[in-house]
């Protein structure tokens, strides 16, 4: 089975802190993603990457920045957390898309609360 | 203009009735389609993808895709209560990003 293990299920950070959220998966992908969810918005792509040291921005990095040193583990990183960045966090992960099929397979979320 | 479109819903069926959810997508390189399902505190879950034009079955459910009209549906027939999620559009555009829509909420009632 394909295993995307995000380190937290809960998280609770105070305004300016720096957070940290990791990211691990055993299915060898190139690809890995984050995204936040919100009540009646659905995910939004934060961030994702298709090779280690390669990021490209999704649609609302701001605020937000990621690191990619090995390609099993993709980090997503708040540099000053504020109180708007409360939310489910998605990590996810796929192949790249030399076939039609590049299912992406998610993490467990993590739900983080900044106070 | 928003990259995926869904209807919010909720979508209410009863209990046998074909459930139709719909997408829309604005671009045009898009290479392929997915719906995820999601229950209530749960990470998404594939139910289907599909890539060429037409429809495509697996079960109780049925994905189309009209690249022309940038549309993609998914019907679940013989809808079950443990249907009940939400079902969320993705579309993997040129250059490797992943879309997803906000999703549509679908109750299936007994």
């Known amino acids: 089975d394909v295993k995307v293990t995000q380190s937290s299920r809960y998280l609770v950070k105070r305004t300016g802190e720096k957070v940290f959220l990791e990211c691990v998966q055993d299915?060898?992908?190139?690809?890995m993603f984050w995204y936040r969810q919100d009540p009646g918005l659905g995910l939004r792509l934060i961030y994702f990457?298709?090779?280690?040291?390669?990021?490209e921005k999704g649609d609302i990095p701001e605020g937000y920045s990621v690191s990619r040193e090995k390609k099993e583990r993709f980090s997503l990183i708040l540099e000053s957390a504020s109180t708007n960045q409360t939310s489910m966090y998605l990590c996810?992960?796929?192949?790249?898309?030399?076939?039609?099929?590049?299912?992406?397979?998610f993490g467990q979320g993590t739900r983080l609360t900044v106070v | 203009q928003k990259e995926v479109e869904q209807n919010s819903g909720p979508l209410s069926v009863p209990e046998g009735a074909i459930a139709s959810l719909n997408c829309t997508y604005s671009d045009r390189g898009s290479q392929s389609f997915f719906w995820y399902r999601q229950y209530s505190g749960k990470s998404p879950e594939l139910i289907m993808f599909i890539y060429s034009n037409g429809d495509k079955e697996d079960g109780r459910f049925t994905a189309q895709l009209n690249k022309a009209s940038q549309y993609v549906s998914l019907l679940i027939r013989d809808s079950q209560p443990s249907d009940s999620a939400t079902y969320l559009c993705?579309?993997?555009?040129?250059?490797?990003?992943?879309?997803f829509g906000a999703g549509t909420i679908l109750r299936v009632k007994s």
């Open positions: 996810a992960s796929s192949f790249l898309p030399w076939g039609a099929n590049t299912e992406a397979f």
């Open positions: 993705a579309v993997r555009e040129y250059g490797n990003k992943l879309v």
């Open positions: 990457s298709y090779d280690v040291k390669m990021k």
């Open positions: 299915m060898d992908h190139e690809n």
